[in-house]
T-cell receptor, first 115, second 115 residues
Framework: GAGVSQSPSNKVTEKGKDVELRCDPISGHTALYWYRQSLGQGLEFLIY????????KSGLPSDRFSAERTGGSVSTLTIQRTQQEDSAVYLC?????????????FGEGSRLTVL | GQQLNQSPQSMFIQEGEDVSMNCTSSSIFNTWLWYKQEPGEGPVLLIA?????ELTSNGRLTAQFGITRKDSFLNISASIPSDVGIYFCAGHKGPGSSNTGKLIFGQGTTLQVKP
C-alpha cells in the first residue's frame, strides 16, 4: 500500500504477557518513529530509527520496551511483561530523506489493551 | 514527559462558525506544527511553521508561529462537518537535533461541528 501499515490494529492481552507490534513504513522512507497515545492524551515519542545510525531510544519508558528495525524497513516494537498502564494506541510514522522538520506520515496505529 | 498546553480541550460549534485554538509552552520551540486526527486514523499534518512570526494558510486554515517562539494558534474559518476531529499542536526544539521527528505534542482539541 501507499501508506504506513501497522499490525495488528487491535491487540488484547493479559497482564504479564509479551506483545509485538509491527510497522511497515512508506517505501523509500528512511526515518521511522514510534509514538504512544494514551487515552485522551497527546502523542509521546518513544524511539527513532534513521538508516544505519544508532536509534534514538530516549523516549522508551522502561526496559520492558524495545524496538528493532530489520533491513532498514520493517520495525517491530516489543513490550515485555505488559502492565495495565501500557494500554494505549501505538503509532508508527515515517519520513523521507530531505523532508522538513516534523513532517511525519503516521499509520493508523495498533490499539493495545492490557487486562 | 513535557507536553504543550493546548486549549480549549473541546469545542462544539455550529457549521459556518469560525474556530480558534492555541498552544503555549514555557520553553522555546523552533518549529510548530498542527496535526489533525480523525477516529481510527493516524494524525495528518495540516500546517508547519518554521519562523517566529510566520503566518501560514492552508485553505480555510490559518496558523501562526508566535513571536516569542513559545506559542502558536490555529484558526479554522467557516467550519464544515468534515472538520470534525482532534487537532494537535506539536513542537520541535531544534536546531542541532538530527532527530527531526522527535516532537512534543499538546493534549489535543476535540472539535465537533453541528450541521
Amino acid at each position: 500500500g501507499a501508506g504506513v501499515s501497522q499490525s495488528p490494529s487491535n491487540k488484547v492481552t493479559e497482564k504479564g504477557k509479551d506483545v509485538e507490534l509491527r510497522c511497515d513504513p512508506i517505501s523509500g522512507h528512511t526515518a521511522l518513529y514510534w509514538y504512544r497515545q494514551s487515552l485522551g492524551q497527546g502523542l509521546e515519542f518513544l524511539i527513532y530509527f534513521q538508516g544505519n545510525s544508532a536509534p534514538d531510544k530516549s523516549g522508551l519508558p522502561s526496559d520492558r520496551f524495545s524496538a528493532e528495525r530489520t533491513g532498514g524497513s520493517v520495525s517491530t516494537l516489543t513490550i515485555q511483561r505488559t502492565q495495565q498502564e501500557d494500554s494505549a494506541v501505538y503509532l508508527c510514522a515515517s519520513s523521507s530523506p530531505g523532508t522538513r522538520t516534523g513532517e511525519l506520515f503516521f499509520g493508523e496505529g495498533s490499539r493495545l489493551t492490557v487486562l | 514527559g513535557q507536553q504543550l498546553n493546548q486549549s480549549p480541550q473541546s469545542m462544539f460549534i455550529q457549521e459556518g462558525e469560525d474556530v480558534s485554538m492555541n498552544c503555549t509552552s514555557s520553553s522555546i520551540f523552533n518549529t510548530w506544527l498542527w496535526y489533525k486526527q480523525e477516529p481510527g486514523e493516524g494524525p495528518v499534518l495540516l500546517i508547519a511553521l518554521y519562523k517566529a512570526g510566520e503566518l501560514t494558510s492552508n485553505g480555510r486554515l490559518t496558523a501562526q508561529f508566535g513571536i516569542t517562539r513559545k506559542d502558536s494558534f490555529l484558526n479554522i474559518s467557516a467550519s464544515i462537518p468534515s472538520d470534525v476531529g482532534i487537532y494537535f499542536c506539536a513542537g520541535h526544539k531544534g536546531p542541532g537535533s538530527s532527530n527531526t521527528g522527535k516532537l512534543i505534542f499538546g493534549q489535543g482539541t476535540t472539535l465537533q461541528v453541528k450541521p
